[in-house]
């Protein structure tokens, strides 16, 4: 069966912004009665995801789809790509900017709590062409 | 003669009239009289320094009761972004906000929610760059009054926008307004408050004439009546009211507000002294290459505010806990907003910040010249101790205490038994912890 469906497109120009979309989904997910742990765990993963999508890649679009037993993400961005995924993706690697790094960013924490909060993820990246991951939380 | 109100206040039965405030106290404000320290109403801050140093409690800040809430018909809480750094295992700041409800108030508006705005609406000064740089923040009113008092060669570059407590209670009770049909004077804003100066800035503001927030409360005295509420809180479904993103929590401590600018190009100092001591480079166009200044008066910034409950330290990590997953702000302006007259009144200054000569030695500028080389020349004579026995806090401040004929020479104690053939320890030749009846000299 389809499921719900949502699009979000993240602004990769103004950096204030964002957060928003994995904080909307939130909303919706407790409003659709969804489990504390789920909602915490795909908000943190789309939240990271999110992140780097305005940090690294001028931002994107997030394609989200929920059935009754799972949840799939997809965050596609065109921008500089990532060179080496496997570094990316080791806990402390972070290419920031400085100026984010007052609020919290660049502790390069963003892949890996990605990797940790989700049941499968996959990166596909092409330099200069654009990067898109997907993620998949599992709901039962 | 101005009529000064300040929070900070001294319970007289307890001050033993030792001299730990007087010497703390920034702008010199306290003399010890009478066996009790006195606080020079025009030279005060309000800062909170004297509350934090005095061993005896002696120091209190004067708040609002929390039965301020029946005076208006209809109330809006205004909790300070430090105020969520305040709770064990917070993993919700709603749940701190339906307590609040719960409580008593008719609605919550965070303070944090108008930071947001503050720093969006300084970002566009910033970019318009018409504010000489640095760039002085003027969110902690205990810096803007020292500025007032000591700086004035830097007030031209305090940022002339309000504070996000004043802020929050412009747009909120506008709001409430015209959502109850209430007038203004029937909705009470109050705010929650860490700290002491904030009571003074509401009662005596900078920048405008009048302040828009109708009370102030301490944290202290509501977060144990808020512990139970948010247990009954967190049991059942809670309402979504939170507003705010990572900038407006982070202004809770220091470096929070400079890192709403999106530029790392900012310095930020916490501390009463360490404030003073950038004051004093700033003064020296010390830092030409540094966008913004971000000062608190209180140590680690407003976590750090003597009406707290938690240790500043470990309230600022849990702000950062707290603030982790956050969207980076909630709150945002567009060229279009700012050209709302009513937003323009919310956010900026009308009236500017002037400077006010409480430390000058006299309303003649002769009289003063004379007057400060004979406190020089008394200060010399004296033995520069700094002891704080006469109720000065240094013999600089006795010297110009008796020019100006509120003290007399012969306060100095040492000076005063110097004349009666004792020679007081400090100036005695022993060596110090011989005590076999002979002592031996140096």
Same mark, same amino acid.
């Given at each position: ?6 699009t979000?497109e ?18 919706k ?14 908000s943190?993963?789309l939240?990271? +995801? ?6 690294h890649?001028?931002?994107g679009?997030i394609?989200?789809e ?6 799939d993400?997809?965050?596609?961005d065109?921008?500089k790509?990532?060179?080496d ?7 402390g690697?972070?290419?920031?900017a400085?100026?984010?790094r007052?609020? +919290?960013?660049?502790? +390069?924490?963003?892949l890996?709590?990605?990797?940790k909060n ?14 898109t991951?997907?993620m998949?939380i599992y709901?039962? | 003669?101005q009529?000064?109100?300040?929070s ?16 703390r106290?920034p702008?010199?404000a306290?003399?010890v009289r009478?066996k009790k320290?006195?606080?020079i109403?025009?030279r005060?801050?309000d800062?909170?320094?004297c509350i ?8 209190r800040?004067?708040c609002?009761s929390l039965?301020?809430l029946?005076?208006?018909k ?5 909790p ?5 750094a305040?709770?064990?295992n917070l993993e ?19 303070v944090?929610k108008?930071a947001?705005?503050?720093s ?5 000064l910033?970019? @318009?760059?018409?504010?000489p740089?640095?760039v ?8 803007t ?10 007030i ?5 926008l309000?504070a ?10 506008r ?9 203004l004077?029937?909705?009470?804003a ?19 004439e009048k @302040?828009?927030v ?8 509501i977060?144990?009546k808020?512990l139970?509420?948010?247990?009954d809180?967190? @049991? ?8 705010t ?5 982070s ?5 929070g ?6 530029n ?10 360490n404030v003073?001591?950038?004051?004093e480079d ?5 830092f ?25 330290y470990v309230?600022k990590?849990?702000l950062y806990?707290?603030r ?8 945002h ?7 709302d007259?009513?937003l323009?009144?919310d956010?900026?200054w ?17 009289e003063?010249?004379?007057k400060?080389e ?13 002891c704080g026995?006469?109720g ?14 509120l ?14 053939g ?6 005695r030749?022993?060596?110090?912890g ?9």
């Amino acid at each position: 069966m389809s499921g719900l469906k949502w699009t979000f497109e993240v602004d990769g120009n103004d950096f204030t912004r964002a957060g928003e979309a994995s904080s909307s989904l939130k909303k919706k997910l407790r409003a659709l009665g969804v489990s504390p742990d789920i909602i915490r765990r795909v908000s943190i993963a789309l939240y990271e +995801g999110e992140i780097n999508m305005v940090i690294h890649a001028n931002g994107g679009t997030i394609d989200v789809e929920m059935t009754p037993d799972r949840i799939d993400m997809v965050l596609k961005d065109t921008g500089k790509g990532i060179p080496d995924i496997e570094q990316a993706m080791q806990a402390g690697w972070s290419t920031a900017a400085d100026e984010v790094r007052s609020l +919290g960013f660049g502790a +390069g924490m963003g892949l890996p709590n990605m990797k940790k909060n989700t049941d499968e993820m996959r990166i596909e990246s092409t330099v200069g062409v654009g990067t898109t991951v997907y993620m998949t939380i599992y709901i039962s | 003669m101005q009529e000064f109100f300040h929070s900070v206040t001294l319970d007289r039965d307890k001050c033993r009239g030792c001299i730990n405030c007087i010497k703390r106290c920034p702008t010199e404000a306290i003399r010890v009289r009478n066996k009790k320290a006195y606080i020079i109403a025009e030279r005060c801050i309000d800062c909170g320094e004297c509350i934090r140093v005095c061993p005896h409690h002696a120091k209190r800040a004067t708040c609002d009761s929390l039965d301020i809430l029946n005076k208006y018909k209809y109330t809006i809480a205004l909790p300070a972004p430090s105020f969520m750094a305040q709770f064990n295992n917070l993993e919700d700041i709603d749940i701190v906000l339906n307590a609040l409800i719960d409580f008593g108030f008719n609605e919550i508006f965070e303070v944090a929610k108008a930071a947001e705005i503050v720093s969006a609406a300084t970002r566009k000064l910033m970019e @318009s760059r018409k504010l000489p740089r640095p760039v002085i923040s003027s969110a902690c009113p205990a810096v803007t009054r020292l500025i007032r008092v000591r700086f004035p060669g830097l007030i031209d570059q305090v940022l002339p926008l309000h504070a996000p407590i004043e802020v929050a209670a412009r747009m909120a009770k506008r709001a409430a307004a015209a959502k109850t049909g209430l007038p203004l004077s029937e909705i009470g804003a109050i705010f929650i408050s860490p700290c002491p100066a904030k009571v003074t800035a509401t009662k005596m503001p900078l920048g405008t004439e009048k @302040s828009w927030v109708d009370g102030v409360v301490a944290v202290s005295d509501i977060y144990p009546k808020l512990l139970g509420l948010m247990k009954d809180a967190a @049991s059942h479904e809670i309402a979504m009211l939170s507003e705010t993103g990572k900038i407006g929590l982070s202004w809770g401590s220091s470096g929070g507000e400079s890192s709403g600018l999106i530029n790392d190009n900012y310095l930020a100092a916490d501390g009463i002294e360490n404030v003073i001591r950038v004051l004093e480079d700033l003064e020296d166009e010390k830092f030409r290459d540094v966008d913004f200044i971000e000062l608190n008066a209180c140590s680690g910034g407003c976590v750090g505010g003597v009406l707290n409950v938690e240790n500043p330290y470990v309230a600022k990590t849990k702000l950062y806990r707290i603030r982790k997953h956050l969207p980076v702000s909630l709150n945002h302006l567009e060229d279009a907003d700012l050209a709302d007259p009513k937003l323009k009144n919310d956010l900026s200054w009308d009236t500017p910040l002037e400077f006010v000569p409480v430390m000058k030695l006299d309303e003649d500028v002769f009289e003063a010249m004379k007057k400060m080389e004979q406190a020089e020349e008394i200060c010399q004579s004296l033995e520069g101790l700094d002891c704080g026995s006469c109720g000065a806090p240094s013999c600089r401040a006795l010297a110009e205490d008796v020019v100006r004929g509120l003290a007399s020479i012969d306060d100095c104690v040492f000076r005063f038994k110097e004349k009666n053939g004792y020679v007081p320890a400090p100036f005695r030749s022993e060596q110090v912890g011989v005590k076999d009846g002979k002592e031996e000299t140096v």
